[in-house]
């Protein structure tokens, strides 16, 4: 998914950058498909609260992008109605750090903020927000949501087993494919509930989703001005919330799955401190199969 801020500024002369992609980047702004001029990239895998930063930021007067990766950037304006196939070469070798670099160049501080959300709730609210793709997939039969809705849960649960579980990319944390703070052996911060890392301008910043109700003191924290929240995409608010909450309560997770793919998930063991780890396995130990 893409979000763009309708805040548009004047497009800076970028020196550094190679030309090519430089000009691949003024292609793709000169047909609107991506802003001039942003303050702040959000860059964070869906269902951990990149909505919700996009409409705070944007309301509280940054100028930003929100996208997943840059296969969903593109994907996202391959969808519009002005596309044409001949613009794909604008995307030749283009990835984030290009970006990054395009917009940071000429400006005294410019931010990429992640967010991390366990992956287990994680997967299970990208799953809804995703239900009938997944229900569909590979499926004779064409479901729409409301027909889904009125299935038996049991069925909602094998297809997030059988079919969501294994047709999802692996895991990542965007943040760490481009600073690298595990093997640097960097400490997440559990008092102020952030982590920053610098280079030259950009500062990256991650912040997590269990944090959400803080979000304001943290955020405020960071950008040195009180910043108010604004939320969006929230899954009470969605026609399958009913549904899901049957989901988090019916739910049953086979053990080994739940040690070897969540538990033992090297970004759970850094963003949770011992006493959130006791807990979370507390938590789910009394959902455990039989």
């Not at 979000?3 to 000009?23: D, F, L, P, R």
């Not at 691949?24 to 930063?53: E, M, V």
């Not at 047709?167 to 997440?188: D, K, Q, V």
Request: proline letters at 1%.
């Amino acid at each position: 998914m893409i979000y763009i801020s309708s805040s548009v500024k004047i497009i800076y002369i970028y020196k550094y950058m190679n030309i090519e992609i430089k000009n691949n980047i003024l292609k793709l702004i000169h047909y609107n498909f991506i802003p001039s001029d942003i303050d702040i990239l959000i860059y964070s895998s869906g269902k951990a609260g990149g909505t919700t930063l996009f409409s705070t930021f944007n309301n509280n007067g940054y100028s930003c992008l929100y996208t997943h990766h840059i296969h969903s950037l593109k994907y996202n304006i391959q969808q519009r109605d002005d596309y044409k196939k001949e613009y794909d070469i604008y995307f030749n070798n283009l990835n984030i750090n290009d970006l990054i670099c395009f917009y940071s160049l000429n400006k005294k501080v410019f931010y990429v903020i992640d967010t991390y959300r366990n992956l287990l709730e994680r997967n299970i609210s990208e799953f809804f927000q995703n239900i009938v793709y997944f229900f569909n997939l590979n499926n004779p039969i064409v479901y729409k949501i409301e027909d889904i809705l009125k299935l038996d849960i049991s069925i909602l649960i094998t297809c997030f087993e059988n079919i969501y579980i294994k047709n999802t990319m692996i895991h990542s944390e965007t943040l760490e494919e481009h600073t690298r703070i595990l093997e640097n052996n960097t400490i997440f911060d559990h008092n102020k509930k952030y982590i920053m890392c610098e280079n030259n301008n950009v500062k990256y910043i991650k912040i997590r989703f269990n944090d959400i109700k803080n979000w304001n003191r943290i955020l405020s924290t960071i950008l040195e001005k009180e910043i108010i929240m604004f939320s969006e995409n929230l899954s009470e608010l969605k026609s399958y919330n009913m549904m899901y909450k049957l989901f988090l309560d019916k739910y049953k997770i086979d053990k080994n799955v739940f040690y070897n793919k969540y538990i033992n998930d090297k970004y759970f063991q850094y963003y949770n401190n011992e006493e959130e780890k006791i807990e979370y396995n507390k938590k789910w130990q009394s959902k455990f199969k039989e």
